[in-house]
């Protein structure tokens, strides 16, 4: 048991060289030990180094316990190893498990909502003999990732009909689904829901998400005035508001909403330098843009990335300034992303500048020739200015790349490359 205990120190300590090697140096190693290092791997993100430690196991005859199948199916979920979940599943339907351990029936569900699998959990999840919370959220956010939000909404409806009280977890996720659905009436009744448990007054993430929610609805004064009741906020709920008056086109309520960030004392991060960006894009505030990207760099600490360099690109672009936004790309460090040339290439169609939109489709195609937006782009182009054999030149190419990409994917399915 000392050898055990060792090991799952090392691993909660994040030393898994030396839970490793206490785990060899072992004479006698019992379902525990392989338990121990197993749930270390996994819980230090080495999904894959857990499965073969399992394998291990195996091949060592020893059988595995409820805990080693739980561990197990958290690794699958992690690395998408639908198959051996699965495998996993007859492994533990075989001994039983299933019938009173509802901490296994939840990791069994999880792992098939992780593997997109979800026609598989809802299956395994309406067999188990117990639901708890956490048997719902994993549902619940299983449906959410996988994009159906309204089967999580109708998922959290069932919940709440089999007497399970909702957590922070059920909310959370339930607000993300209304917000995605612009389900306003939805999200207000949850609403109401949070304020009766009083969770507002001890969770800033649910008081984020809700402003969230509401922006995404376009009920943005409600969403400012959830932010200003809040008991405690941070930078994530303004920038979830900023971000909301931005995506609704209102670009100066965005700007405003930054200098009331600013002077309650949050400082803003790269989240809220993307949507000031994209605010001053939709002014047309071209100097404005490169004032707060100098400024949040050198005041704030605010690396920029591709997202906002794209952003200044588009700005300058479709301000007619091409020259600038040129400048831009040979400037950065990496210009090996296409969504930095179809930015130019898009204020060059604008603009009806066919020499730099010629260069930026060249650049584009040259990263991947697969790139069909780019060629639309370039076709539409010519297209404007009458030159109709070069664009049906390019719509040639894009016909012939596309069926030349479909093959390299079926060759790669077939195993053949």
């Given amino acids: 048991m000392l050898g055990v205990s060792l090991i799952e120190m090392y691993a909660k300590c994040g030393e898994l060289v030396m839970a490793e090697r206490v785990f060899e140096e072992l004479l006698y190693r019992d379902v525990f030990s392989w338990n121990a290092i197993i749930v270390g791997y996994t819980q230090n993100d080495q999904a894959d180094k857990a ?8 091949c060592q005859k020893v059988i595995p316990n409820a805990l080693t199948f739980a561990s197990i199916l958290s690794a699958c979920a992690c690395v998408g190893a639908l198959d051996k979940g699965a495998k996993i599943h007859e492994d533990i339907l075989k001994q039983g498990l299933l019938d009173d351990d509802i901490v296994l029936g939840n990791a069994l569900v999880n792992m098939y909502a992780k ?3 979800l026609t598989k959990a809802s299956r395994v999840f309406e067999e188990l003999p117990l639901w708890d919370v956490v048997s719902w959220n994993i549902l619940i956010t299983g449906y959410m990732e996988d994009g159906q939000g309204e089967e999580a909404l109708d998922c959290f409806v069932h919940m709440e ?3 399970i009280l909702p957590d922070e977890t059920t909310y959370i996720c339930i607000l993300k689904a209304c917000g995605t659905l612009g389900a306003l009436q939805k999200g207000q009744q949850i609403h109401e829901k949070i304020s009766i448990q009083g969770l507002l007054q001890e969770n800033v993430v ?3 998400v809700l402003v969230d929610m509401y922006a995404k609805c376009g009920a943005l004064q ?3 005035q959830v932010l200003r009741e809040l008991p405690s906020r941070d930078a994530v709920s303004w920038n979830a508001l900023i971000a909301g008056y931005t995506q609704h086109g209102l670009a100066e309520e965005a700007l405003n909403c930054l200098r009331q960030m600013q002077s309650d004392g949050f400082v803003p991060d790269s989240a809220t330098l993307s949507s000031v960006l994209n605010a001053c894009c939709h002014l047309g505030l071209v100097d404005k843009c490169l004032t707060y990207l100098v400024e949040m760099s050198i005041d704030h600490g605010v690396k920029p990335h591709l997202e906002h360099y794209t952003c200044m690109v588009d700005v300058f672009g479709r301000a007619g300034h091409l020259e600038k936004a040129v400048e831009i790309i040979r400037e950065l460090p990496s210009s090996n992303h296409c969504v930095l040339w179809r930015a130019l290439l898009g204020a060059c ?3 009806g500048d066919i020499k730099v939109g010629r260069w930026a489709f060249e650049q584009a195609v040259l990263l991947d020739r697969s790139d069909q937006a780019a060629y639309v782009l370039m ?3 010519y297209r404007t200015f009458n030159m109709h054999a070069e664009a049906e030149r390019i719509e040639v190419m894009r016909r012939r790349n596309a069926t030349n990409h479909m093959q390299e994917l079926a060759f790669t399915v077939m195993g053949i490359h």
Avoid at 51 to 58: A, F, S, T, W
């Fill in 379 to 381: 076709y539409n182009l």
């Fill in 222 to 224: 409600i969403a400012e």
């Fill in 206 to 208: 649910i008081g984020t």
């Fill in 161 to 163: 009909q089999n007497g």
């Fill in 51 to 58: 499965l073969k430690c399992y394998e291990k196991m195996q």
């Fill in 349 to 351: 169609h604008k603009w």
């Fill in 115 to 117: 593997c997109c699998a």
